[in-house]
């Protein structure tokens, strides 16, 4: 009789312990993560190659099928750059204006960056010749010393075999986006840009200040456009 008692308490107790178990699992949900709260996902990327794109549309559709990867973000977010800045050079108004628009989505602004009071500095780094170099100084191969010329020539910039000099090879989590570290061969310490995912799936730059902060004059100040600096004329409306 005391060994049936036993029985039956072991065999209640575990019973009891079981649907304890189930009542609890039924009323828990695990939460869902942000795919941001996982960058062992993000630790490699290797950098593709494509052309400048010289059509918002073009360069859309290729936005769409590869921006998975936060540093492929930062990366398309340069060949808008690179577009806009070579359209400068060339004097091509419309290669500037799809090149806007590129830029407009790699950081998924609501308004074209002309028209954004955040974005100003940005454009107006753009628009000058003598800024281009800012930009050119995360590509590898770059120094002040060769005037930020990338590994390949300036011509590795218009085929887009640049390559972005990222520092990190798992971006850092802060907040809810992922921090993206590039460095800049004309600064000292490495440029944050700041990338988060979106409801369609796809990663952008939603901070990329860094990347037009000034960085140490070229050794030829004269390299981008062979004349002066064009800020140094940024006060005569002639130049605007």
Excluded at 12 to 41: D, E, M, Q, T, W
Excluded at 61 to 84: E, I, K
Excluded at 99 to 126: C, F, G, Q, T
Excluded at 164 to 192: W, Y
Aim: with cysteine.
């Amino acid at each position: 009789m005391f060994k049936r008692l036993s029985f039956n308490f072991s065999k209640n107790f575990f019973a009891a312990v079981l649907i304890a178990v189930l009542v609890c699992s039924a009323g828990y949900a695990a939460p869902k993560r942000r795919p941001s709260r996982h960058p062992k996902r993000y630790y490699n990327y290797s950098q593709e190659t494509h052309s400048l794109f010289r059509e918002f549309k073009d360069f859309k559709d290729y936005y769409n099928q590869h921006a998975r990867h936060p540093h492929a973000a930062v990366r398309l977010y340069f060949y808008g750059v690179f577009a806009f800045t070579e359209a400068v050079r060339t004097g091509d108004k419309h290669w500037e204006r799809e090149a806007s628009k590129m830029i407009r989505y790699a950081l998924h602004s609501d308004n074209p960056i002309e028209n954004s009071p955040s974005l100003s500095e940005l454009v107006r780094r753009l628009r000058d010749p003598g800024s281009a170099h800012i930009f050119r100084s995360f590509l590898t191969g770059t120094s002040p010393e060769n005037n930020y010329t990338p590994k390949g020539g300036m011509g590795s910039i218009r085929d887009g075999s640049f390559r972005i000099n990222f520092v990190n090879s798992r971006p850092q989590i802060e907040r809810d986006d992922l921090k993206v570290l590039i460095k800049s061969s004309g600064a000292d310490s490495p440029r944050t840009v700041y990338t988060s995912r979106y409801d369609d799936g796809r990663w952008y730059v939603t901070n990329p200040s860094s990347t037009y902060v000034q960085v140490a004059r070229p050794h030829h100040d004269d390299y981008d456009n062979n004349r002066p600096r064009h800020h140094r004329r940024s006060h005569d409306a002639d130049y605007d």
